[in-house]
């Protein structure tokens, strides 16, 4: 089956410290891979996402590589907020037939102090 | 805000009590999910509605009933549930749902339940 295992948290930084939560995956298939944020009250918010290989997904100072080759999609950014305080999902979703289903690992709570 | 929301945010019920769910998108999407949000679990699907047709249903008992009446709203019906059904329940919204698997579901702040 599909599955995705990333970093247990919570993790806590200071403001400006470089961050990386690390996300691998199995999958059955060739999937799509996701990173969303949910921030505290909120909802899932789509961070950022790779469709392909070597694909590399962007969005606010974040990013994350789709490896193929180690089955990892690690999110990196360089310099964190407080604003950035949230929980963090890594997710795949494998197409093709009747498979909908969008695999989400356990999340990783960030919290970055001023 | 992305354009999906959710009522009512929160609800206590008792294990007798009858109660829906409701969500509204306002995108133009297609296709709507239904996930399970429990304390250190993965977030887990439910249901999935695909142009109003109800495609998915993840092994989800019976006291849990989806309706999805039109593209813009979908709703859970709740009957006799467990106190193990406590958790956040989040609705979701897709343009389409792709072959390669690769479309964006945007999410609302969910419904945050408690069942006593």
């Known amino acids: 089956g599909n599955s995705v295992t990333q970093m247990e948290g919570p993790v806590t930084l200071s403001e400006e410290a470089f961050l990386t939560i690390n996300c691998t995956y199995t999958?059955?298939?060739?999937?799509?891979l996701f990173w969303y944020v949910q921030y505290p009250g909120e909802g899932l918010q789509l961070l950022l996402k790779?469709?392909?290989?070597?694909d590399k997904g962007s969005n606010k100072g974040f990013e994350a590589t789709y490896r193929k080759e180690t089955t990892s999609f690690h999110l990196e950014k360089g310099s964190v907020q407080v604003s950035d305080s949230a929980v963090y999902f890594c997710?795949?979703?494998?197409?093709?037939?009747?498979?909908?289903?969008?695999?989400f690992g356990k999340g990783t709570l960030l919290t970055v102090n001023p | 805000e992305t354009g999906v929301t959710q009522t009512p945010r929160h609800l206590v019920m008792g294990m007798t009590n009858k109660k829906s769910l409701k969500c509204e998108q306002h995108?133009?999407?297609?296709?709507m999910y239904w996930y399970k949000q429990s304390a250190k679990k993965p977030l887990e699907l439910m249901f999935v509605?695909?142009?109003?047709?109800?495609?998915e249903n993840n092994s989800v008992p019976s006291r849990f009933s989806p309706e999805c009446p039109n593209s813009s709203h979908l709703f859970l019906h709740l009957h006799t549930l467990q106190p193990e059904d406590s958790a956040l329940y989040l609705c979701?919204?897709?343009?389409?749902?792709?072959?390669?698997?690769?479309?964006?579901?945007?999410f609302g702040p969910g419904t945050r339940l408690l069942v006593l």
């Open positions: 999958a059955t298939g060739y999937p799509s």
């Open positions: 790779a469709t392909k290989a070597d």
């Open positions: 509605y695909n142009f109003k047709e109800q495609t």
């Open positions: 997710a795949l979703r494998v197409g093709g037939g009747s498979n909908y289903k969008l695999t």
């Open positions: 995108l133009g999407h297609n296709a």
């Open positions: 979701a919204s897709s343009q389409e749902i792709l072959a390669g698997g690769g479309e964006t579901q945007y």
